[in-house]
């Protein structure tokens, strides 16, 4: 694999399930972050990790939470879905801590 | 961290320039100017980030007045796939996990 991957590439799911968002990177890229995108609300960062075995909090972090277990995954985990989080979602990565450099193609999740 | 305007949508002809203006009249000495753009159903894509000086790259330049309040992004010869939206983003260099994303331009390239 090159640059990242993001799994699964869409997903529906019944609300009150828990959720486990993947994504992967290969270029040993220190930052990573997730955003969701939603109409007219532009890219909004939920979680972020500077480094492995750190994280931290973005704009809407809430129903959200992260683990940073190595360097190149970065999972997303929905404890208990709910229809509010029905989004595409976006991982992405950086060798600096100044600007996210790679995006993923995304993951459309739809919570009914 | 400081707001940005920028036009809502924008064409250009296939093979021209095409310049995308980005106001931000309350940028701090120590924020950089970022820009992404998206094309339709992909994740974003960086182009090019300056602080005060003109900055080019393989993708596009960046064109920064001198009083720093406004910038202008410039595709030099846009083609059919340069079709997205593109977002002019302000912010100081540490801290990219506040990086906003406004509702950008959304340019057409028109054949």
């Known amino acids: 694999i090159a640059g990242i991957t993001q799994a699964p590439t869409s997903q529906i799911l019944a609300a009150g399930r828990r959720m486990t968002l993947r994504c992967t990177q290969d270029?040993?890229?220190?930052?990573m972050y997730w955003y969701r995108q939603d109409l007219g609300l532009g890219l909004r960062l939920i979680h972020y990790?500077?480094?492995?075995?750190?994280?931290g909090k973005g704009e809407v972090p809430d129903g959200y939470s992260v683990s940073r277990a190595n360097t190149d995954d970065f999972p997303l985990t929905l404890a208990s879905a709910v229809p509010s989080q029905t989004s595409v979602y976006f991982c992405?990565?950086?060798?600096?801590?100044?600007?996210?450099?790679?995006f993923g193609p995304g993951t459309r999740l739809t919570v009914l | 961290d400081a707001k940005t305007t920028q036009p809502t949508s924008m064409d250009c002809a296939e093979g021209r320039a095409a310049n995308l203006p980005c106001n931000h009249s309350?940028?701090?000495?120590?924020?950089?100017v970022y820009w992404y753009r998206q094309i339709h159903s992909q994740g974003p894509q960086y182009i090019i980030h300056?602080?005060?000086n003109n900055e080019t790259n393989e993708m596009a330049s960046l064109i920064i007045t001198e009083d720093r309040k406004s910038s202008t992004l410039i595709l030099p010869h846009a083609t059919l796939r340069d079709t997205a939206v593109y977002y002019c983003?302000?912010?100081?260099?540490?801290?990219?996990?506040?990086?906003?994303f406004g509702q950008g331009t959304r340019l057409t390239i028109n054949p």
């Open positions: 309350t940028i701090s000495g120590n924020e950089y």
């Open positions: 270029m040993r890229h220190n930052a």
């Open positions: 990790s500077n480094t492995a075995g750190t994280t």
């Open positions: 983003i302000v912010r100081v260099a540490e801290g990219a996990q506040k990086l906003v």
């Open positions: 992405a990565s950086s060798d600096s801590r100044d600007r996210p450099r790679f």
């Open positions: 300056g602080l005060k």
